[in-house]
């Protein structure tokens, strides 16, 4: 079985500060952990993707997370927010079968 | 296609009356999902279809939903006698699994009245 929890329902930030989105999986496999980003009104963003290379993946419009294995995290971050990262994002763990999403973070940027 | 199509975007159906939704994956894409958003809820599983397996049907909600892939490639996921809390965001997405990328669809927002 597996798990995701995103830690934070809800993240406000001002424009040009850094953003931290929490996330802590479970799973009984060496999982796939991917970011997903849902604009209002939007079909689901692949951001970035980690699937057992490098630990620090980097992915679109400058986003980055980390896996730490033995920390089962993989949080998300952004050196400077800009407005337009005001979204929902998903964290998503993949058992290579299954996809189980996060409740996701509502991430607000504030001018 | 480059993308994951959904049809139709959005749809109204009365109470009762049987619905069809329908997913074009990325050509290719051996894997293909459906899952459900509701308002204020998370992205709920549904169903799974990988190549000519027998698909994973262990989160659809009832016996009211169905789906099939026909020839390996597009989806109909049916919704028998619909109820009000049907309505919600009705997602695909399909994978090669290969590199364990998924991409969905803008999805279909079913709004049962």
């Known amino acids: 079985a597996q798990s995701v929890t995103q830690l934070d329902s809800h993240v406000s930030v001002s424009e040009g500060t850094p953003v931290l989105l929490r996330c802590n999986y479970s799973s009984s496999y060496s999982p796939s952990l991917f970011w997903y980003v849902q604009h209002p009104n939007k079909g689901l963003q692949l951001l970035l993707k980690?699937?057992?290379?490098?630990?620090l993946v980097k992915g679109i419009n400058g986003f980055e997370a980390e896996f730490k294995k033995s920390e089962t995290s993989f949080h998300l971050t952004k050196p400077s927010a800009h407005m337009s990262d005001a979204a929902e994002y998903f964290c998503v763990v993949s058992d290579q079968k299954m996809l189980t999403f996060g409740g996701g973070t509502r991430l607000m940027v504030k001018p | 296609g480059a993308g994951v199509s959904q049809s139709p975007s959005n749809k109204v159906t009365e109470k009762g009356k049987d619905v069809e939704l329908r997913c074009d994956p990325i050509?290719?894409?051996?894997?293909l999902y459906w899952y459900r958003q509701s308002l204020g809820q998370g992205l709920e599983f549904l169903i799974y279809?990988?190549?000519?397996?027998?698909?994973?049907k262990s989160g659809l909600p009832s016996d009211r939903f169905s789906a099939e892939r026909t020839g390996g490639s597009v989806s109909t996921l049916t919704i028998q006698r619909t109820q009000q809390e049907d309505s919600a965001v009705y997602l695909c997405?399909?994978?090669?699994?290969?590199?364990?990328?998924?991409?969905f669809g803008s999805g279909t927002r079913l709004t049962v009245v």
């Open positions: 279809f990988q190549g000519n397996s027998a698909p994973d």
């Open positions: 980690y699937t057992s290379a490098a630990t």
């Open positions: 050509s290719g894409h051996t894997a």
């Open positions: 997405a399909s994978s090669n699994d290969r590199n364990y990328g998924y991409t």
